[in-house]
């Protein structure tokens, strides 16, 4: 795959501040050109992931024009893929404006939280009936190893230990497609506020006592409690999360004055 250290252009088009790909992103026809997905389903994932992500920050403009010369691909194609991101909420369209990357509001940011706790409390109900001791012993190895990179400040692979946690949790159920994709779905939008675990007082280490939590509930055998736990364990993200949202916004409102 060739490498190529170009990044999608968005600072000319809106007074905002915005977010750019990091240089290490590999070329974005080498991504696009994979598989036989329609180009339109490509552009599209490639534009969500980088919006969810944080990579196209909120009032970000995305010309259809510049996105298509940076990406290598026609018009047609990005055209698509926009209308697309406008019909899932993640971007809205102006007049004189074009598309602009959506500001979530507070109410917003709760429901998506909300909707996870009770999905993700449903699947943790679910697990702890099919509970062994290979998958308690899973979940303690996970957290032994979250706790090191605490100890470490090793952020992101204390993210990425947070994210196996959970994953093994989902993969202890068994069949329930349709439900895992829709954990899966509403786990990338909160991606832009994970950060927020951490940047709190006792962000982290609340994390991992919420995971402790789950543990110690599924060593009850409890269905009852353990759907509880998760969904307060989800519920403290979620405080986090807004808190996080407010902060940005004060600070947007201030870099316009």
Do not use: W
């Not at 994210?163 to 786990?187: A, N, P, Y």
């Not at 832009?192 to 543990?215: C, D, M, Q, V």
């Not at 009850?220 to 969904?231: A, I, Q, S, Y």
């Amino acid at each position: 795959m060739r490498k190529n250290s170009r990044k999608l252009n968005t600072e000319n088009s809106s007074p905002a501040p915005l977010g750019k790909f990091p240089d290490n992103v590999s070329d974005p026809m080498g991504m696009l050109d994979r598989g036989r997905e329609p180009r339109r389903e490509r552009v599209y994932s490639y534009l969500r992931s980088a919006i969810l992500s944080g990579n196209i920050l909120p009032e970000g403009r995305l010309v259809e024009e510049v996105v298509a010369r940076e990406l290598g691909v026609s018009r047609t194609p990005v055209r698509e893929a926009l209308h697309k991101l406008e019909r899932e909420g993640l971007i809205e369209h102006f007049p004189n404006r074009g598309f602009v990357v959506t500001r979530e509001t507070e109410s917003q940011v709760a429901e998506i939280f909300e909707i996870r706790s009770i999905l993700e409390g449903y699947i943790l109900r679910i697990a702890c009936e099919s509970a062994t001791d290979e998958f308690l012993s899973d979940l303690k190895s996970l957290l032994k190893k979250a706790e090191r990179c605490l100890a470490g400040s090793k952020i992101e692979e204390l993210h990425r230990f947070n994210t196996l946690f959970h994953d093994r949790i989902i993969q202890q159920v068994s069949g329930m497609e349709r439900l895992k994709g829709l954990v899966k779905d509403l786990r990338e939008y909160v991606l832009r506020y994970r950060s927020a675990t951490l940047k709190f007082p006792g962000g982290a280490e609340r994390t991992l006592k919420g995971h402790a939590k789950i543990i110690l509930a599924l060593e009850t055998g409890d269905p009852d409690l353990c759907e509880r736990v998760m969904r307060a364990h989800i519920e403290g993200a979620k405080i986090d999360a807004i808190r996080e949202l407010m902060e940005k916004k004060m600070s947007y409102i201030a870099s316009m004055t």
